[in-house]
């Protein structure tokens, strides 16, 4: 019975290092690195095994994005309050309908620039890399306009 | 206690001679039962169900990298769950509309 014991409890302890070796192997040590520096530039670049020049192409593609984005941001602002704005001052429903549809609308093209954005980044990686990036992302983009995270510290920069 | 004279057993015992037939397992025997009443070293036991704890032990190992490598697998999946989250906010004009003053 005292063998037994012994012998189970040095399995146990085999079990619990090869697992634990497993386990500190099992994913690639740099991505985990990319993913914890909390930076989407180093993260895209090792994850997705980004050349000089494919990293190169997409920063400018998000640089040039940026603009976009802030002038879209803007636009959703500006068409939100006057929304509460008209619904404060209790306007007539045909003029909320109205600015609630230009809201919408403004959502749409935003939608519509993030696919398209993301779709050029895809094209400027590997075939492969770039398949894996829309799967990953694309299907986020389309329900992902209602509140963001709130434990992601956003540092959000436009130039 | 001592015998007398007259008593006939002590020259019968003294003429007496044990003949055994030789048994010659009787050597393996005694040696059997001595490692019964001994207790056996963890390495007697081993080798003894070296196949039962063999199977036991590779099926264990096998399960045991199994499961590491997927809680890695799925820890990294949700560092990068996260990641594109928080990379997809930077890009979402809806989102930062929403967060900005």
Redesign the interface.
């Known amino acids: 019975m005292k063998?037994l014991v012994?012998?189970l409890a040095a399995?146990a302890l085999?079990?619990?290092i090869?697992?634990?070796?497993?386990?500190?192997?099992?994913?690639?040590r740099t991505?985990?690195a990319a993913?914890?520096q909390?930076d989407?530039m180093e993260?895209?670049r090792v994850?997705f095994g980004l050349t000089d020049a494919q990293f190169a192409a997409i920063k400018k593609l998000?640089d040039d994005?940026s603009l976009i984005?802030?002038?879209?941001?803007r636009?959703?602002?500006d068409a939100?309050r006057t929304l509460r704005t008209l619904k404060a001052a209790q306007a007539s429903p045909a003029d909320i309908a109205a600015a609630d549809r230009e809201v919408q609308s403004l959502?749409l093209v935003?939608?519509s620039?993030?696919a398209t954005?993301?779709r050029r980044c895809a094209a400027e990686m590997s075939p492969e890399a770039g398949k894996r990036y829309l799967a990953?992302?694309l299907p986020?983009?389309k329900d992902?306009?209602?509140?963001?995270?709130p434990d992601?510290g956003?540092h959000?920069r436009h130039p | 206690m001592n015998p007398t004279p007259q008593d006939p057993l002590g020259p019968v015992l003294s003429a007496w001679r044990v003949n055994p037939p030789p048994d010659p397992a009787f050597r393996p025997q005694v040696w059997q039962r001595l490692r019964r009443t001994t207790p056996a070293s963890w390495g007697a036991y081993l080798r003894a169900h070296a196949g039962a704890w063999l199977l036991v032990a590779g099926v264990t190992l096998v399960i045991a990298g199994w499961g590491g490598r997927a809680a890695a697998a799925a820890r990294l999946e949700a560092e990068r769950e996260r990641r594109v989250i928080a990379y997809l906010v930077e890009l979402d004009p809806r989102v930062l509309a929403l967060t900005r003053p």
Do not use: N
């Not at chain 1, 984005?69 to 941001?73: A, D, N, S, Y």
């Not at chain 1, 992902?144 to 995270?149: L, M, Q, Y």
């Open positions: 063998h012994v012998t399995l085999a079990a619990t090869t697992a634990g070796i497993a386990y500190r192997t099992g994913s690639s991505v985990q993913l914890a909390e989407a993260w895209l994850d998000h994005y984005c802030e002038e879209h941001c636009a959703i602002q939100t959502r935003c939608e620039a993030i954005h993301v990953m992302v986020k983009i992902f306009d209602h509140v963001a995270p992601l956003l959000h």
